[in-house]
């Protein structure tokens, strides 16, 4: 079983490298949900799970208020109030979850995004349920985190088995992977793996990973640019299902096959039709 955490700064690609893994693990036959945990969440398009243009089609489980007093007693964003910190959450995939292409789960979860989001709230505790919970329900559990380093503030990634820290080329980029690798670390989350994403000509990316691995960010692949991703995100076609995103697809395969490699003590599933391009 994997639990796979991925973040980065805002544009960095996290999204779409989410999608796709997950895709990817499901098409070797693996059970795979994954959870979109943005407060603008859209890893249902890049999963193939809908049209562009239906941006409300799911509404965020962290949105649903009703449910959540149900659940755990208390409003979503109380404080200071008696709440059940043990809800039952083992029928929530069943409740809100979608079917994706390829059979992937899909669940949005959404971000807490009130003032006191980082609180010991209702809202904040099922989240951290559901998480946990969904851990042990998959052989892939691919969370696609909100932006930044907030999210590592509530402690919803903690159940996570591995952190994938996508970066491209730039300052702005690495220094938020440091600041992502420090709360990892406070978490206890045992691995942190880098991922370089839009590598152009001239980019040096041994550079990139010695400074990732200053922050004890290991780097396991390089991704370069590739101007398919744009056209997946001008028409809400994930990248995988274009048929000039083949490089693309190629490069998620190895990168799924990196990933097992470096989490040995995790489900292990067919190596067949593995022939992706090399890795980082």
């Not at 990817?24 to 859209?42: E, W």
């Not at 402690?155 to 690495?174: D, M, W």
Request: hydrophobic content about 40%.
């Amino acid at each position: 079983m994997i639990t796979l955490a991925v973040t980065g700064k805002g544009g960095v690609g996290k999204t779409s490298i989410a999608a796709g893994l997950a895709r990817t693990f499901a098409r070797k036959g693996m059970r795979v949900i994954a959870l979109d945990m943005d407060p603008s969440p859209n890893l249902w398009y890049s999963l193939g799970c809908g049209a562009a243009g239906q941006p409300d089609t799911i509404t965020p489980l962290i949105s649903r208020e009703d449910f959540i007093e149900e659940r755990t007693g208390a409003p979503p964003g109380a404080s200071g109030v008696v709440f059940r910190i043990n809800p039952k959450v083992n029928d929530v995939l069943d409740m809100f979850g979608v079917t994706c292409r390829d059979g992937v789960r899909l669940l949005v979860l959404g971000a807490i995004k009130t003032g006191g989001g980082g609180c010991y709230c209702p809202a904040n505790t099922l989240a951290k349920r559901v998480v946990s919970h969904l851990s042990g329900e998959a052989d892939l559990l691919v969370m696609d985190m909100e932006a930044g380093v907030e999210h590592l503030g509530r402690g919803t990634t903690r159940s996570a088995q591995a952190l994938l820290v996508i970066v491209e080329p730039g300052v702005k980029s690495v220094e938020t992977a440091f600041q992502i690798a420090k709360m990892a670390k406070d978490l206890g989350i045992p691995r942190l793996f880098g991922v370089i994403n839009k590598l152009r000509p001239g980019d040096d990316p041994g550079l990139i990973a010695k400074r990732l691995a200053e922050a004890g960010v290991t780097t396991i692949f390089a991704f370069p640019y590739d101007p398919t991703m744009e056209v997946a995100d001008r028409t809400g076609v994930p990248i995988i299902d274009l048929p000039e995103g083949e490089n693309m697809k190629a490069h998620l395969i190895e990168l799924a096959r990196v990933i097992e490699k470096h989490m040995p003590n995790t489900y292990q599933g067919s190596q067949d039709n593995y022939n992706g391009a090399e890795g980082y």
